[in-house]
């Protein structure tokens, strides 16, 4: 009641039961089954959401062919003051929103604004982007020739995202996509369903009021399995994924199966590469952010600590005094640093990844354990742990999602990077360093690996104007800023003759 959830989810529109599918105009009946989701902050159930069933499917997906054969008309201007209007409707539901987000997930409520200001801030720059969409002009080696090249929409992008950023990662995909012409599909976590849900009727009212075609914004609920079904559908020429591993591989096997384009964002193993001439209080700073953040639940989130010898022994000390200060709970509450985990079923691969940090050789620095009583009984809850590790231990190899903090020691800043290098992982890598060297080495040819690898800032909160995403397994995509915004249109070569002869190519006569 204090935290103003119920008033939240009427503003919201979301109600005890929901459908799940919907085309930006209409919502569609279904057989599916119901999701029904949990607040990882008191177990109580927040609402239900029908999952889209193969019919409805059909439906909204023949809805998006024909909505993509109007929009892609639209000049790109007027696409861009749509999603111009798109950014104000967020900044009106800025509140409910992040509450929603905040509750759903279990991320602290200003973290939970963070996202949907994230959503304005793409929108902003999408805007932009709209009278942008610049090819280049080449110039053609056949007299009275001129070539060019233009970039067009490539149809309908399907979109799958994680449960961490329930309504960003949407918006990361979508707003680039709606100036770029396409039309978006969207399945968002089965564990978070209300935000979408939240964001679609957001996004409704700015497509009624403007006579948008009904089918530009079309959502979908459900598990892997609808997942699957887009994957697999020769109507979606995009399938931008965001998740794990795992389901970056079955999903990349299943586009690629029909010559598809996939845009993966998979999981990270970032590391701290903190060197002898580090500042330290900047650097305990963004370790403890980095890792304990969103209760170590961001792809950026920070993994692992390689610090050099000399300064170790002070960073373990200001690392255990720092968690010392943490406070777990309800992170609608500010006075809670640490809020919970998505599910119980991550506080067991929480406790499993402990289990197996002892069993491979680790010791703790700051033992973790799952919090019990008044104030955690959703059983989310759990400790912050830091471990001293080796880097080829398989438990550290992997990205637990969970805020466990992997310490290692280093000698040489070759041997960090190296360190840094060895996982399979590639998304996001910093150095805390004042010397010049250390940091031009780490950015070089020879450094860091990763999609991001960032100086004196830790690992996690990428600005939106950047190309965001990871090599390696994290799946090579990348989204948000920069010319990211490439892979959502298909590049058209063309050339002209505007003279009166056709010269043909390799001087070949055809005498005719
Ligand atoms: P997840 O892989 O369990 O699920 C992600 C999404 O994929 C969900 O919508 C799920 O229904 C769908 N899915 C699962 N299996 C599928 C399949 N075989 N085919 C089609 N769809 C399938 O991931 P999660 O637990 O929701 O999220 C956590 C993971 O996401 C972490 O690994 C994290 O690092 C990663 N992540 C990466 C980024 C990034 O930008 N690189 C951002 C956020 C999260």
Known sequence: KKFGIKEALSTLGIKKSNSG????????????????????????????????????????IRQAEEAYKEWRKWPAPKRGEIVRQMGEAFRKYK???GKLVSYEMG????????????????????????RQL?????????????????????????IISAFNFPVAVWSWNTMLAW???????????????????????IAEEVFVKNGVPEGVSVLINGDASIGQLMSKDERIPLVS???????????????????GRSLLELGGNNAIIISENANLDMSIRGAVFGAVGTAGQRCTTTRRLIVHEKVYNEVRDRLQAAYGQLQIGNPLDPAFHVGPLIDTLAVKSYKDALKKVKEQGGTFLIEGGVLKGVGYESGCYVKPAIAEVKNEFEIVQQETFAPILYLIKYKTLEEAVEIQNGVKQGLSSAIMTTSMQDMEYFLSHEGSDCGIANVNIGTSGAEIGGAFGGEKETGGGRESGSDAWKVYMRRQ??????????????GIKFHI
């Open 134 to 158: 610049h090819g280049l002009t080449m110039h053609s080696e056949r007299p009275s020739h001129r070539m060019y090249e233009q970039w067009h929409p490539i149809g309908i992008v399907g």
């Open 179 to 201: 100036v770029c012409g396409d039309v978006c599909v969207w399945k968002p976590s089965e564990k978070t369903p209300l935000c979408s849900i939240a964001c679609q009727r």
């Open 95 to 97: 509140e409910p929103l």
């Open 241 to 259: 994924a965001t998740g794990s591993v795992r389901m970056g591989k079955a999903v990349a096997r299943t586009v690629s199966e029909r010559l």
């Open 493 to 506: 070569t063309n050339t002209i003759n505007y003279g009166n002869t056709l010269p043909l190519a390799q």
């Open 107 to 130: 991320k602290s409520y200003q973290e939970g604004l963070g996202e949907v200001q994230e959503i304005i801030d793409i929108c902003d720059f999408a805007v932009g982007l709209s």
């Open 21 to 60: 599918t919907s085309t930006g105009h209409k919502w569609y009946r279904s057989t599916g089954k119901t999701l029904e989701s949990y607040s990882p902050v008191d177990g109580n159930l927040i609402g239900s959401v029908v999952a889209t069933d193969e019919k409805a499917y059909e439906q909204v």
